[in-house]
Antibody
């Protein structure tokens, strides 16, 4: 059974940093691309970042480029999102999602975690 | 960036109704269009990928089609468990993968 478990969320002040983690199990992690998708309270879905199977291709939404960094450790079956210079508008539930393909572009997310909540507030 | 619009933004329907949701891309995205279902408090679920391919385990009452930059999700006979919010997503434009604003389907 595919499982994705996010962690690392919490309350953080504007301008500070936070690192999210996603522990994957139940599939061959190093074959598939991965995504981070977020959802602000009461709002729709927003794609944040994607990474290919071997980290060779990475992409970010304009809203986070230059502040967030996605990475993966295939040996640990883990995905990460380093979030710097956090803003109030980054407050959201952050989902980790597995792609059906090895690349995040042209793909689709077939499995999702339950999310970790990030609240940016003073 | 490619913009995605959805219509309607919400609809009320009865069990057994045929429901159609439309998603329009601001430019060509080939067939790189996915549909997701999200229920309150739950993670999204992939229904349709590549415009018309049914994800494994998804009931056959769900189908997808395309015509140029217009994409359609159809539920042939609405079931009680289908009341949810539906999102389209384009994965053609990288790095700018984008979701539509969503369509909420509730009970009439």
């Amino acid at each position: 059974e595919v499982q994705l478990v996010e962690s690392g969320g919490g309350l953080v002040q504007p301008g500070r940093s936070l690192r999210l983690s996603c522990a994957a199990s139940g599939f061959t992690f190093d074959v598939y691309a991965m995504h981070w998708v977020r959802q602000a309270p009461g709002k729709g879905l927003e794609w944040v970042s994607g990474i290919s199977w071997n980290s060779g291709s990475i992409g970010y939404a304009d809203s986070v480029r230059g502040r967030f960094t996605i990475s993966r450790d295939n040996a640990k079956n883990s995905l990460y999102l380093q979030m710097n210079s956090l803003r109030a508008e980054d407050t959201a539930l952050y989902y980790c999602a597995k792609d059906r393909r090895e690349t995040f572009y042209y793909g689709s997310a077939d499995y999702w975690g339950q999310g970790t909540l990030v609240t940016v507030s003073s | 960036d490619i913009q995605m619009t959805q219509s309607p933004s919400s609809l009320s329907a009865s069990v057994g109704d045929r429901v159609t949701i439309t998603c329009r891309a601001s430019q060509s995205i080939s067939s790189y269009l996915n549909w997701y279902q999200q229920k309150p408090g739950k993670a999204p679920k992939l229904l349709i990928y590549a415009a018309s391919s049914l994800q494994s385990g998804v009931p056959s009452r769900f189908s997808g089609s395309e015509s140029g930059t217009d994409f359609t999700l159809t539920i042939s006979s609405l079931q009680p468990e289908d009341f949810a919010t539906y999102y389209c997503q384009q994965s053609y434009s990288t790095p700018g993968i984008t979701f539509g604003p969503g369509t909420k389907v509730d009970i009439k």
